[in-house]
């Protein structure tokens, strides 16, 4: 079946790393996204990494893909206060219904 | 560059009422999207339009139509509105189905 699933709350001190974690079900995905949302706005892509990637590395943001387990998890180094928002995970599906299936997306709390 | 245009930002109606979102594209994408975003619930694709001239039911459209106007436009009509259509609603594009989606900021809608 179609899932995307995501723990919903993640709070960390500023300065200290947070991972965000995030598992799917289609193996036959192209891409993996990482998508931002902050207080009162859309959606923005993060990041993403292509399927055939076990890693991504963007400034303070890495992505670790491992398509075995079918887990996906976004690092954020040095958080700031400013990273406080809503981060969804989302994965292509490349069925006949080609969409994004979205998780429920993880809040994250940077506190000072 | 607008990227993906929504309108109104807020609006609130009375049970019963219909109303139109209207949504806006410059960028040229072949799929645009209708999803509703509620606490814990995620987001949840109302209707999607995979290219100009289809329309298709994503996982909640009971209550709602879609016009794909032309490739740009993409509006969300509610012929009665009901309290349970409370929901901040985003208009998204993407250059196909299951690409990267860009975001509008979204329509708060409140129903009473």
């Known amino acids: 079946g179609e899932d995307v699933e995501q723990s919903l709350f993640l709070s960390v001190r500023e300065g200290d790393s947070s991972v965000i974690n995030c598992t799917y079900t289609d193996s036959s995905s192209t891409y993996l996204y990482w998508y931002k949302q902050e207080p009162g706005a859309g959606l923005q892509l993060l990041t993403y990494i292509f399927s055939n990637m076990d890693m991504k590395q963007d400034q303070r943001l890495t992505v670790l893909l491992n398509k075995k387990d079918k887990h996906l998890s976004l690092r954020i180094a040095d958080t700031q206060t400013g990273d406080s928002a809503i981060y969804f995970c989302?994965?292509?599906?490349?069925?006949?219904?080609?969409?994004?299936?979205w998780g429920l997306g993880t809040s994250l709390a940077v506190n000072p | 560059n607008a990227g993906v245009t929504q309108t109104p930002k807020f609006q609130v109606l009375k049970t019963g009422q219909s109303m139109t979102l209207q949504c806006a594209q410059d960028m040229n994408h072949n799929s645009m999207y209708w999803y509703r975003q509620d606490p814990g619930m995620g987001l949840r694709l109302i209707y999607y339009?995979?290219?100009?001239?289809?329309?298709d039911k994503g996982e909640v459209p009971n209550g709602y139509n879609v016009s794909r106007l032309n490739k740009r436009e993409f509006s969300l009509r509610l012929e009665s509105a009901a309290p349970s259509q409370t929901s901040v609603y985003f208009c998204?594009?993407?250059?196909?189905?299951?690409?990267?989606?860009?975001f509008g900021q979204g329509t708060r809608l409140t129903v009473v």
């Open positions: 339009s995979a290219s100009e001239g289809t329309t």
């Open positions: 998204a594009s993407s250059e196909w189905p299951a690409t990267e989606a860009f």
């Open positions: 989302a994965e292509n599906h490349a069925g006949n219904n080609r969409k994004l299936i």
